[in-house]
């Protein structure tokens, strides 16, 4: 907290308005793709901006600001754990997505979950046991 | 806190920056969370609306130089990932009955 006369306060400063603003736009950015994108998938890719990129813009101007060096590990540790919690909710929630026919398979470029989850299908159904049913109940629903 | 003198103006420039933009975004998450056709879209949403407040909490950590709010921030992210996969869970249990509500 004892800023040199050399402008090195006035650069900082500026450094961290930059990563401020471009922190807070990166939610922006993840509100605009909610509203414009079409189905889950896309909406997805959008959402992960502030979560993973936004949040490490910020707390790298936390850091700036803060001046010490014994902030940068907490700061580090804050944005591990945000990076280890997200990509596992967000394979829940595309799982979840996928299972419900959430999505556009025409938007997709190559679907690797579907030969699974047929053969997943067709497992149960040869088992002959009640979720089959269901199964192909939903299956036959969908066109 | 010994700031030099120019400080204040671009304080106060951040702050309404952010703060602008930050609404924005915080309307577009809750009107994606209202008119939003599925409930994985909602949760979705809600996400992003926690990002952003997180994103609000860092940004006035940032300008005002100090730590209080950090693990507020955790336990922020820890709600949002305890939330989501328990409803994508909750979905994926129910799947074909409750596909659009």
Same mark, same amino acid.
């Given at each position: 907290?004892?800023? +040199?006369?050399?402008?090195?306060?006035?650069?900082?400063?500026?450094?961290?308005?930059?990563?401020?603003?471009?922190?807070?736009?990166?939610? =922006?950015?993840?509100?605009?793709?909610? $509203?414009?994108?079409?189905? $889950?998938?896309?909406?997805?890719? /959008?959402?992960?901006?502030?979560?993973? =990129?936004?949040?490490?813009?910020?707390? /790298?101007?936390?850091?700036?600001?803060?001046?010490? $060096?014994?902030?940068?590990?907490?700061?580090?540790?804050?944005?591990?754990?945000?990076?280890?919690?997200?990509?596992?909710?967000?394979?829940?929630?595309?799982? /979840?997505?996928?299972?419900?026919?959430?999505?556009?398979?025409? =938007? $997709?470029?190559? +679907?690797?979950?579907?030969?699974?989850?047929?053969?997943?299908?067709?497992?149960?159904?040869?088992?002959?046991?009640?979720?089959?049913?269901?199964? +192909?109940?939903?299956?036959?629903?969908?066109? | *806190?010994?700031?030099?003198?120019?400080?204040?103006?671009?304080?106060?420039?951040?702050?309404?920056?952010?703060?602008?933009?930050?609404? %924005?975004?915080?309307?577009?998450?809750?009107?994606?969370?209202?008119?939003?056709? #599925? %409930? %994985?879209?909602?949760?979705?949403? #809600?996400?992003?609306?926690?990002?952003? %407040?997180?994103?609000?909490?860092?940004?006035? *950590?940032?300008?005002?130089?100090?730590?209080?709010?950090?693990?507020? @921030?955790?336990? @922020? #992210?820890?709600?949002?990932?305890?939330? #989501?996969?328990?409803?994508?869970?909750?979905?994926?249990?129910?799947?074909?009955?409750?596909?659009?509500?």
């Amino acid at each position: 907290m004892t800023p +040199d006369a050399t402008g090195m306060d006035a650069v900082i400063d500026a450094v961290t308005a930059v990563l401020l603003i471009v922190g807070a736009l990166m939610s =922006l950015g993840a509100a605009i793709g909610l $509203l414009r994108f079409p189905d $889950l998938m896309s909406r997805m890719h /959008a959402a992960t901006k502030p979560q993973v =990129l936004g949040l490490f813009l910020v707390l /790298a101007a936390i850091g700036l600001q803060m001046r010490e $060096l014994w902030v940068w590990p907490v700061l580090l540790v804050a944005w591990i754990f945000q990076l280890l919690t997200v990509p596992v909710s967000a394979h829940m929630v595309g799982r /979840a997505g996928y299972r419900t026919k959430h999505l556009h398979p025409e =938007l $997709l470029s190559a +679907d690797e979950l579907e030969a699974v989850v047929l053969r997943a299908a067709g497992e149960q159904a040869s088992a002959g046991e009640e979720p089959a049913e269901e199964k +192909d109940e939903e299956a036959g629903k969908q066109p | *806190m010994a700031c030099n003198e120019g400080s204040p103006i671009v304080k106060d420039l951040v702050l309404i920056v952010t703060a602008v933009i930050l609404s %924005l975004a915080a309307a577009g998450a809750i009107y994606r969370i209202a008119v939003g056709p #599925s %409930l %994985l879209d909602r949760v979705l949403a #809600s996400d992003v609306l926690l990002a952003i %407040l997180g994103a609000a909490l860092a940004i006035d *950590m940032a300008v005002n130089r100090h730590l209080n709010n950090l693990v507020l @921030l955790v336990a @922020l #992210s820890l709600i949002g990932f305890i939330g #989501s996969v328990t409803v994508a869970r909750f979905v994926a249990d129910r799947r074909g009955q409750v596909n659009d509500s």
